[in-house]
């Protein structure tokens, strides 16, 4: 599996606060973690916003089974042309991880069709969030302690305007008493997409062993397909009569 | 609309502290918020475990249209032909809205084909519950708040061991921190289903107006079906060839 | 409830074949279907294409419940301010009844996020189209026959790419033995979604009195919130502590 | 990934037609195909209704990740405690996939909740079934042709009396037009389950590498999960206040 950790990579260069806490950049605990988890499995490259095409070219692309998404302050700089081409590429099959603020990205926008708004707390220092797995069932909670705590976190709380989950494996509280659906898993076409909203770049979340392992699972899940049966350049539109026979 | 609503109504003969909340049964205050939010558009009677047939004759359920039933200390004095009949009455078209511990009811279970099991805590006092809207557009969430506040309950938590919902319309957060899918939809055969976990006959929650309008949105969305086109008492099993024609 | 049907209104005007079917426009039996089956409760008006904003000013959306939408030859022509308006008004609680080529307007591939491809094929004379309900316990499908058949109709198969729906009402056969989930409900923000796939211009679909059903029935679930508890624009972003309390 | 194909075993052995075209056993060609398609990740063994505890004690479900099931002449002859120990074990993690004729198993019923019925025709030589992926997305459609021809089967169409499933892969068209929920996904408790509607005795059905591929794709995905987070056994009841920290 060929995984591209997206980074929007502008608060680590322009924030002392964020630099300290990850001074490699946030993409670097999450690209080791998916190693960690998924090992000899994974080839995984790190692309950013500010590389040519943000690194992800029609060729880039072509050789990424799973993309993983974090942005925030820079969303609308990330090309039209850019999304328009991501979002292609899920419904042709690969899968995308999309992390905490990404939440408003163009690209998850444009996926879900709806505002993606939620409400949010920033208090200095953040609060609590506990992750409770409401589907245990699913390989993405395989190996995710029941429950597991996030000791600070920025809030994000419901309403949370996205489709319904096709599969709702998270839902999370906080210490000021909201919920939020935090693991969602959508199929789309031919691809699959997670949303995963730990964690705030003012915190040390993408450091924390169950915030890795749950972006690995997901990385594995979204990834699962190797032969997809059904992608758009394969279809046909007029079709004759037993065409299939 | 035709309306049963069905109480145990054990803990209110046997237990001072649950009479003085509930001097004239749970049911009451449940049968009040039903009428006074759908008015004349039902008939609302009570039926409870000491009846004859515990009030669930076919003649009574064929002359329901939406069941509510709490349930708890007795969920084992319901006969097993009385939980097959109104099984096969849900089938059948009508719409049940299982309350609170209703959860390990018999009829609850054989519904859902789980254990139906969740974690709990009882301490004295209770704790504060918060009902979060996930599903703003559906009816059962009309006119409710965004959130609203139970001041004192039992909590219930996740894992809650429940087939995932069909429609996931309300998740409650616990001071205590956890979480718990408490409004749940559900569509079996020509029936509708409704789960909603507030509340423990310890605290005065069916007396709260937000409880009794979600109650009272749950019930016309349970019963909304005056023309049910596919009754299993009008299936065929064996179809010659073109049987629809 | 306040219903607009709007329709593109190009065929019938220059396709003799389609005038002959339609010579009052498509939208013609759609809106007396409608008000036959819905009775009092609706107030309906038509707004096409051509006429300015399409029909659909800010003012006439506010006073739209739901919206039923017919295009095909002229999607492009669709204003993208329109489409905006009218997905932000979707978001915002109203409801939508797309009807089978529109699965290629641009409102409901925004909607829906992904491309709402479909195989087709317009043999003359087209092919038997079997509907069959699979949700007998949905509100939709009240009253309308286990299954029914439209004699002629242009074939639409899968795979259909939509996002899995929220809840599936109708699967399609055809002559040809494709299969397509053709009535398909979303709920999106705080407003509710319906596609159903049949008909085709080229022949007399919207007369038939089971279509007709479906359309109402669409029409009054799309419409069925009075009260939206949460809408965007009584939606907060930051919120301080206790903010519910 | 240890795995037990379950086959009642009854037609074969009474049944000159049936012996024809499953000499060895209907267990043998979905033997064949699981380790055909999934190699060295899976051992497999057979049991069946004649041995002590039909093959299902205790040791022999611990040792089983996924249980194939078929059943047809039989059901009531499987014995309601061996129903409830595999229930069981489904609810604690161990996968099932259900066969054809198995919706009106014991244990398939017991899990759905509902009564499983369906409208079937056995003409004499069967009819050509289509099976259509309308998941593309699914691990169980990889590698699955879009669509695939079962020459001669049973009809099996709908209404199928099942709860709308967690995700729906495959949908079927008979050549006498009715339409099918054939391959349906479900998660219940720490398990997975998954119905497959092929194949009838009469049938060579299971011989058909397509089929074989459905089935060994499945088998994957319903023991997916290596390490459950959350099982009955681990769960707690009743829960002290931050039980979790």
Redesign the interface.
């Known amino acids: 599996m060929r995984v591209t950790v997206w980074n929007e990579h502008v608060h680590e260069r322009r924030e002392p606060s964020v630099r300290k806490i990850y001074p490699e950049g946030m993409h670097a605990p999450i690209l080791d973690g998916i190693r960690r988890v998924l090992g000899e499995d994974v080839t995984v490259r790190v692309a950013t916003l500010e590389a040519a095409e943000h690194g992800l070219s029609d060729e880039a692309l072509a050789e990424t089974d799973v993309l993983t998404w974090w942005g925030h302050a820079a969303h609308d700089q990330v090309r039209d042309e850019v999304v328009e081409r991501v979002h292609a590429r899920v ?1 042709d ?1 690969m899968g995308i991880v999309v992390l905490h603020s990404g939440h408003y990205s163009k690209i998850f926008k ?6 993606c ?1 939620l ?5 200095p220092g953040g609060e ?1 969030e ?1 992750v ?8 993405i ?7 597991f ?1 996030i000791p600070h976190q920025e ?1 994000y ?5 996205i ?2 989950p ?3 494996v998270f ?9 939020f ?1 935090g693991g969602c898993c ?7 997409v997670f949303y995963f909203s730990p964690g705030d770049q003012e915190y040390p979340v993408y450091h924390q062993a169950e915030v890795q392992r749950v972006i690995a699972n997901a990385v594995a899940w979204c990834g ?9 350049s394969a ?8 065409w ?2």
Chains 1, 2, 3, 4 share one sequence.
């Open positions: 419904l099959g444009r996926l879900m069709g709806t505002s708004s409400i949010w707390r920033s208090d609590r506990i409770w797995t409401v589907n245990p069932a699913h390989p909670a395989a190996g995710v302690p029941q429950p705590v809030m709380g419901e309403f949370f305007d489709p319904p096709d599969e709702l839902i999370s509280s906080f210490e000021g008493g909201e919920v659906r959508y199929n789309r076409g031919a691809g699959r699962g397909r190797s032969e997809p049966n059904d992608r758009p279809r046909r539109g007029n079709a004759p009569r037993n299939y026979m």
